[in-house]
């Protein structure tokens, strides 16, 4: 009897998938290592990824069709439908109000912009931390309200913003200071930038007219000794440019709220990031990682001895002890 082999056609690569992919586990890598910084397990993350495609997806089937369907967000997202009907039905626990600038940049925008805070030279005026006029006090009464002087002042010196000086004084450094460290904070901007970066890039890939500022400088083989001096060249320029930023967004509120003619309009979020990456590479110039915790010595298990072992040497001993 003759047996019919039928061959199996190989499925059909698609680019565009194998693409995304790739993307996705660059973007995943950093993302992971936060995570076991953190303590989130693969499997919290599993979840938070179903429930966020589950939601991702009736949202955009509803935008396309003007109608909620389950069973194509089942569809869109590889999910079974009874998932997909229990994760819209409870309640999102992930925090839908967007940070929004944080509080330390806050007081720090006010003290290089206002007023009230400025020397006579338009420099920030170094301040009494106390006081009810013209004090690091009020200055954070204004911007941040309920936030302690001393939490906030603690936090100004952590990132390295202020000096504290004399006689319970305190001197602005930087404008725009780096949140360093596994901190809340910290971590929050992480969610906050690498968010706002995706919408600019993925919005730019589905839009030909009128695409978001997205522009990058970049060179494969730099030479690791002028690193310091470029990084320095490039912290001083990003901050003027972020100043400028700063000031141009400010002129457009004031203009646009003071003006009495001026009709109510829709409102939006804008702005402007700037960052600095390095990635070592492969070569002579690669540098060195060193590991951060002493490498953990090797332990062999010792072998015991076997009964008839033992009774051999109890009974070299007794022989040893009778020839004395």
């Known amino acids: 009897m003759q047996r019919t082999v039928v061959a199996r056609k ?27 910084d953190a303590g989130v397990t693969v499997h919290e993350f599993c979840q938070l ?31 079974p439908r009874s998932e997909v009907a ?9 925090p839908s109000k967007r940070l929004g600038q944080h509080p330390a940049r806050k007081v720090l925008a006010a003290w290089f912009d206002n007023p009230r805070f400025l020397s006579a030279n338009g420099e ?5 931390i106390f006081g ?44 725009v ?11 929050a901007l992480i969610g906050e930038r690498t968010g706002d970066l995706l919408e600019t890039l993925t919005n730019n890939l589905r839009t030909t007219s009128k ?57 939006c979020r804008l702005g402007v990031t700037v960052y600095y990456f390095q990635d070592d590479i492969g070569g002579t110039g690669r540098t060195k990682i060193e590991p951060i915790y002493t490498p953990r010595k090797n332990l062999r298990r010792q072998r015991r001895q076997t009964n008839s072992k033992r009774a051999s040497g109890v009974v070299a001993r007794s022989l040893s002890k009778i020839q004395l």
Do not use: H, W
């Not at 690569?13 to 660059?26: C, G, W």
């Not at 229990?86 to 992930?94: G, M, N, Q």
């Not at 200071?177 to 971590?187: H, I, Q, W």
């Open 177 to 187: 200071p780096v949140l360093t460290g596994l901190t809340g904070s910290a971590v």
């Open 86 to 94: 229990r994760v819209l039905k409870s309640i999102d626990k992930s």
């Open 10 to 36: 190989s499925r059909v690569d698609d680019p565009l998938q194998e693409a995304t992919i790739v993307v996705l586990k660059r973007v995943l890598n950093p993302l992971v290592d936060l995570m076991f």
């Open 124 to 128: 920030p005026a170094v301040l009494p």
């Open 211 to 267: 695409p978001l500022f997205e522009g990058t400088a970049v060179m494969d083989e730099a030479d690791l000794e002028m690193v310091p001096l470029v990084r320095r060249e490039i912290a001083a320029q990003g901050t003027n440019f972020i100043n400028s930023a700063n000031s141009l967004l400010s002129r457009s509120f004031v203009k646009t709220s003071r003006s009495p003619s001026a009709k109510p309009s829709a409102k």
């Open 132 to 175: 009810k006029r013209r004090s690091f006090e009020q200055l954070v009464g204004i911007c941040s309200r309920g936030m302690p002087v001393r939490a906030m002042l603690d936090e100004l010196a952590q990132i390295d913003a202020v000096e504290i000086l004399e006689n319970q004084r305190v001197k602005a450094k930087s404008r």
């Open 49 to 79: 990824a179903r429930e966020t495609a589950v939601r991702t997806g009736a949202k955009r089937v509803y935008k396309e069709s003007g109608r909620d369907s389950k069973a194509r967000v089942a569809i869109i997202t590889g999910l």
